[in-house]
């Protein structure tokens, strides 16, 4: 679980990093269709992953306390 952290941290911050790259300067119009294929989707995904990685303390407690009794 780490390493989905770890991985989802670092593509949501080189996504920021390539937007704002694409927002303050001013690249070729071809460069900036690029980055919002590539970064945009990836920042999106990223994020959702960060999301999904926390969960809400709650259900940690509850795996914690009650034991597995199937389905």
Known sequence: ????KVSSYSIFIVSLAGIL?????????????AIS????PAGILSFGLIVMARGPQDDEE???REPFIGY
Do not use: G, Q, R
């Not at 294929?37 to 945009?40: A, E, P, T, Y």
């Open 1 to 4: 679980m780490d390493k989905l």
């Open 21 to 33: 790259y694409a927002l303050l300067f001013n690249p070729p119009s071809w460069a900036v269709y």
């Open 37 to 40: 294929i590539m970064f945009i």
């Open 62 to 64: 509850d795996k914690t």
